[in-house]
Every structure is written in C-alpha cells, then in structure tokens.
C-alpha cells in the first residue's frame, strides 16, 4: 500500500471562510468539553476520602465509567439530536476531535508527553474529513461537506490511481490550506542498492558532513530575522489582551514565523535534492577508473 499526502492552497470566498471558522470553533467546544469531562473524572478518583479539601470537592459518582473515546461518541451522539450549533458540523469531523483526544491520552502514558491542553480560538487550527466523496475533484476545484465546491491552487498533479482518503483544513497565518491524503494498492518491490554511496552525519557546529568530505552549514534563518521578530514581541508586551490591535499584531507575528519555517522547509528539499543527484566524476576519476 503506497500513500501519499499533498498540500495545496485553498481559494475560499466569504461563506466559505465563514463555514470553516464555525467549524473550527465547534471542534475546539468539543475539544475542550470532553478534556474537561476527562480531567474531572480523574480527579473525583485521585482525592482520597479522609483527606477531601475543605472549600469544595468535586465528586463523581462510582457508577460513572471512564469517559474513554466510545463513552463519548455516543454522548456526542446524542447530543447532536438537541443541539444545534453540534448539527450544523460534519458528524465524522467532530468524532474525529474525540479520536484526536483519545490518541493524545494514549501518547501520553505510552511516550511520557505532557498533558493535554485546552484549545483557545487560535490554539485549534485543523481539522479532518476522514472520508471523501467519489469525484470529489474536478480541474482546481473539491467538494467537501457542508463547504461545497471549493477552489485550490493546483501546484501539481493527483496521480492516476490513487483513491482520496481523507483531506486535512489547515488555518496558517498565510490563508487556508488542505492536506489531501490518497492511496494505491500496490506492492512496492525492493530495490537492490545501486549507484554512488552516500554517508550522511547531522552535527552541531555544521548542519550536516557528508562521506565525500563536504560540510553544509546551518542556514540559520531564525537569526535573520530574529531584530524584526524580537521588536514585535516587545510591542505585543503592550496591548491589551482582547484587543483588535492585539489581534493584528499576532497575525503579523504568526505570518514572520511561517515565513522562517517556509525558508527552512524550502532549504530543505532543496538541499535533499541536490544530495540525491549522481555524483558528478572529473576527468582525471573517471580515466582511473577506466584504466
């Protein structure tokens, strides 16, 4: 099974943006709900009884069970039947945020990661369609639910083949983007090791040194930029929290820093294509190995 994952940026109008931002705020009310609901059944468990506090307790009934991603989805089940702000978002999207959930608890107590936080309106930033319509894609333009026909910078080609999966709406600092995730049934074969052998050794003074001698520096684009990023920080140490200037000025913030991290992602792919390329021989290596 080979999968791929592209990225390309979305086109939304007005309505658009509107259904993408409600959608969001939903999923973070979800979010923080069921933590909530997490959190507080873990700490009716851990007060022992001879020593509860004196001001106030707040105590779960025995019979209550875990409120594990299950418990949940058939909560939030039920409760789509009477709220409406929960019917007017995708069913699959929201258990999604409970999968989500789930998956970081687990990480959690497995890979020792902290605990999970509360999301405000610009911590939640994405979320998933995990199933996709047939024929959803047609030149630059998908249909999502609930969204519609909606149009995407197609930067490059979907391969033949691949069956769409899910897609990811992502919210940056620069516009929307969408993560389509597509997948082939096919057995990839093992390929035999062929060509120039290249050994590469990731450093602390230099990025990288490779077996044929060649030392790569750190690009250092954070330090570039870091008298402009620092002079906007120490402005937003002003504002009033709350405040549309407030707001502004962490929108250009957000924007320098997905800036720094495009120049290194692009610095990146340019650098692994460059080390994929064959090794070009001088005249003088190749008559040598000729002879």
């Known amino acids: 099974m080979l999968t791929l994952t592209y990225e390309f940026k979305l086109i939304p109008d007005k309505r658009q943006i509107e259904v993408i931002e409600h ?88 890979k020792k990661l902290g605990f ?72 990839i074969p093992d390929v035999p090791f062929h060509g120039h052998p290249l050994g590469i050794d990731v450093g602390l003074d230099k990025f990288l040194a490779t077996s044929d001698g060649e030392l790569v520096d750190r690009p250092r684009f954070l330090n570039r930029l870091h008298r402009k990023l620092k002079l906007l920080q120490r402005r937003l140490r002003n504002k009033q929290k709350g405040s549309h200037n407030r707001h502004k000025l962490n929108q250009k913030i957000a924007r320098l820093h997905q800036r720094i991290s495009d120049a290194r992602k692009d610095w990146h792919f340019k650098l692994l294509c460059r080390l994929q390329r064959p090794q070009r021989r001088t005249e003088e290596e190749y008559t040598v190995l000729v002879v």
């Open 116 to 187: 999970p936080r509360f999301k405000n309106k610009y911590r939640m930033r994405s979320y998933v369609y995990p199933q996709m319509l047939k024929d959803c894609v047609k030149g630059n333009q998908i249909k999502l639910p609930q969204i519609g026909w909606i149009k995407f910078r197609k930067s490059r080609e979907i391969p033949n083949g691949f069956e769409l999966k899910q897609a990811r709406i992502v919210r940056k600092a620069s516009g929307y983007f969408m993560m389509l995730s597509m997948q082939l049934d096919v057995s």
């Open 23 to 110: 959608t969001l705020n939903v999923c973070r009310s979800v979010w923080n709900y069921a933590l909530r609901e997490r959190k507080d059944w873990s700490k009716s468990r851990k007060s022992p009884i001879n020593a509860c506090s004196l001001i106030q307790e707040y105590i779960i009934s025995p019979d209550v069970s875990y409120p594990n991603y299950h418990n949940q989805a058939k909560a939030l089940t039920k409760a789509k039947k009477t709220n409406d702000i929960l019917k007017s978002v995708n069913a699959q999207v929201l258990q999604q945020v409970l999968r989500t959930l789930d998956r970081a608890f687990a990480d959690m107590q497995s």
